[in-house]
């Protein structure tokens, strides 16, 4: 599947819904839909991306997804069945999360520890460091396991896993990746 600039264009401000199961155990939350993953509505589908390869490298699946042009058959109640849901702090898909605003990121927050009470998870992990950090208001955040919960979840900090992330390599990201599966106790 491909699409012209003037087509992913037209999918600016649309949102992607939640891939939310009856029994999430680690929700992942990315920043926010970019315009492939609006075109298609399948979450972190744009080539080039390390989401799906981090989760098959780290265990969390046993199969590598590929949504890039959408979820296959069976792909979203698979990711369920594992006790995996995916989220984004902002709905609204942009070509680059740059162009979301300080108070978007901040809004999405509160609409996540609603997510959160409600869906009752293990492990929330954000990807995207720096958006995490203005999120919550939280500056000094690294990368990994943080103080605080959100509810009863513990709340990790991961990688962004954009093909842009130069810094972290697909190695790195699938062992965060894991140690956050573990943590939510769907690996050993």
């Known amino acids: 599947m491909r699409f012209t600039r003037e087509q992913l264009d037209a999918f600016r401000d649309t949102t992607v819904p939640d891939l939310l199961g009856p029994d999430p155990k680690l929700i992942f939350v990315g920043i926010n839909p970019g315009l492939w993953t609006a075109a298609v509505q399948a979450h972190f589908a744009r080539r080039g991306n390390r989401f799906y390869p981090a989760l098959y490298r780290s265990g969390l699946t046993d199969r590598l997804i590929d949504p890039s042009s959408g979820y296959g058959p069976g792909d979203e109640q698979y990711l369920q069945e594992r006790g995996i849901a995916i989220s984004n702090m902002a709905h609204r898909a942009t070509a680059r999360a740059d162009?979301?605003?300080?108070?978007?990121?901040?809004?999405?927050?509160?609409?996540?520890?609603?997510?959160?009470?409600?869906?009752?998870?293990?492990?929330?992990?954000?990807?995207?460091?720096?958006?995490?950090?203005?999120?919550?208001?939280?500056?000094?955040?690294?990368?990994?396991?943080q103080e605080e919960n959100l509810h009863n979840a513990e709340v990790w900090a991961l990688p962004n896993p954009s093909g842009l992330n130069a810094s972290v390599q697909l190695p790195q990201l699938a062992e965060w990746f894991r140690l956050a599966g573990v943590a939510a106790g769907i690996l050993n």
Request: hydrophobic letters at 45%; glycine letters at 6%.
């Open 99 to 145: 162009e979301l605003r300080p108070d978007e990121l901040v809004q999405g927050a509160a609409r996540l520890r609603d997510l959160v009470a409600t869906a009752n998870p293990k492990v929330v992990a954000f990807l995207g460091i720096t958006a995490y950090r203005t999120a919550f208001a939280s500056p000094k955040a690294k990368i990994g396991r």
